[in-house]
């Protein structure tokens, strides 16, 4: 969403600023990574993530509850989720529960972001790790890694 500019008075896109994470992907593939700040981001199933995130997951996959966009905001702007998902159902567009498969999707997707984490390919990132930060993020993506392996029954 930071990469679009907008026509205020027609909410028209003008103007797309940059493609470096430009990919033909699955109708899923904006729910992995382009929504955070809409509410909208669809963590793997898995995760290492707060319960509200794990909540978020789960409306996204069933529906909202009429006092979702009420509850407190943390980690999970729910007015804006709400919102979001109302405007994509008026819109028409596809949302995550209408994706057959995202489910399973997700948890291939959040998988091999595990195996190879932006942080570790992106040179302005790594840039910034410190010897210690690397330990812990090694430590956190074997963990996750082993869940997501644990629940296939590897």
């Known amino acids: 969403m930071h990469n679009l500019l907008f026509d205020p008075s027609t ?12 990919h033909i992907g699955s109708l899923a593939d904006e729910y992995f990574y382009s929504f955070p700040a809409l509410g909208s981001l669809f963590v793997g199933p898995y995760d290492a993530c ?5 909540d978020l997951r789960r409306c996204l996959l069933t529906n909202f509850p009429a006092d979702a966009a009420a509850r407190p905001t943390d980690d999970v702007d729910w007015k804006a989720a709400v ?20 489910d399973v999707l997700s948890a291939v997707y959040w998988f091999i972001q595990n195996i190879s984490p932006q ?13 210690e930060w690397l330990a812990e993020k090694r430590v956190k993506q074997q963990k ?7 629940a296939w029954g590897y």
Request: charged residues 30%.
């Open 11 to 22: 909410n028209r896109l003008t103007a797309l600023l940059d493609y470096d994470f430009g």
């Open 50 to 54: 707060s319960a509200r995130m794990v």
């Open 83 to 102: 919102a979001f998902d109302a405007a994509l159902t008026t819109a028409g567009a596809k949302r995550p529960r209408d994706i057959e498969g995202i």
């Open 119 to 131: 942080e570790f390919f992106i040179k302005k990132m790594r840039a910034r790790m410190t010897p």
């Open 144 to 150: 996750e890694l082993e869940t997501y392996l644990d």
